[in-house]
């Protein structure tokens, strides 16, 4: 079965800093892979999805994230943090033809004025 | 507007009884979901429906129950040997495929007093 690592449960920046929020997963075959936000006692929202096309993504709200298959990895990055991006983060793996996604333990981010 | 309702958005129980939780979209999704959420925990996965009148075990099946006897609609029933039941439950939906993005409810914040 899978399995999402994020390092670090809660991140803190300053506002207009860069936010790097990581996601690391176990599979030998390239998966699909996604990044949800979700703001307090709320559903989760898709920031952006990785399905082998570019491995560079672009997402709503200046969210990018970078699918490095050679590192198992597909952290989000935005260049400047903004108030509104405080909520918690969450990276999530589907397998090819297989209909189950496996997700993270989440990463809150703090936005510091 | 399309989208996944889910009521309703808080609900009490006392222990020993059962309680069902309500989730319905106008989607035309094939696939529903129903996902535990406790906090530092991420998501897990209840029970999910591929199509209707189906549906199979997710990781925490034990102490819950589903149908699925409509397209647009999967009740989750809390039962009374769900040793631990409080806490938040999302309910999302895709068109069923691997590389499809799950949509998710806003979510029922279950307490058993």
């Known amino acids: 079965a899978q399995s999402v690592t994020q390092l670090g449960s809660h991140v803190s920046v300053s506002e207009g800093a860069l936010v790097l929020l990581r996601c690391n997963y176990s599979?030998?075959?390239?998966?699909?892979l996604f990044w949800y936000v979700q703001y307090p006692n709320q559903g989760l929202q898709l920031l952006l999805k990785?399905?082998?096309?570019?491995?560079l993504v672009k997402g709503i709200n200046g969210f990018e994230a970078e699918f490095k298959k050679s590192e198992t990895s597909f952290h989000l990055t935005k260049p400047s943090a903004h108030m509104s991006d405080a909520a918690e983060y969450f990276c999530a793996v589907s397998e090819y033809n297989f209909n189950k996604f496996y997700f993270g333990s989440g990463t809150k981010l703090n936005v510091k004025p | 507007d399309g989208g996944i309702t889910q009521s309703p958005k808080y609900l009490f129980r006392k222990e020993g009884q059962n309680v069902t939780l309500s989730c319905e979209q106008n989607l035309n999704h094939d696939a529903m979901y129903w996902y535990r959420q406790d906090p530092g925990q991420g998501l897990r996965l209840i029970y999910y429906?591929?199509?209707?009148?189906?549906?199979q075990k997710g990781d925490i099946a034990e102490g819950y129950s589903v149908s699925r006897e409509k397209k647009e609609s999967f009740p989750l029933t809390v039962t009374s040997a769900q040793k631990n039941p409080t806490a938040f439950y999302l309910c999302?939906?895709?068109?069923?495929?691997?590389?499809?993005?799950?949509?998710f409810g806003p979510g029922t914040r279950l307490t058993v007093l």
């Open positions: 429906s591929q199509i209707v009148n189906d549906f």
């Open positions: 999302a939906s895709s068109i069923g495929t691997s590389y499809n993005e799950q949509f």
């Open positions: 599979s030998s075959v390239p998966p699909y």
């Open positions: 990785y399905t082998s096309a570019a491995t």
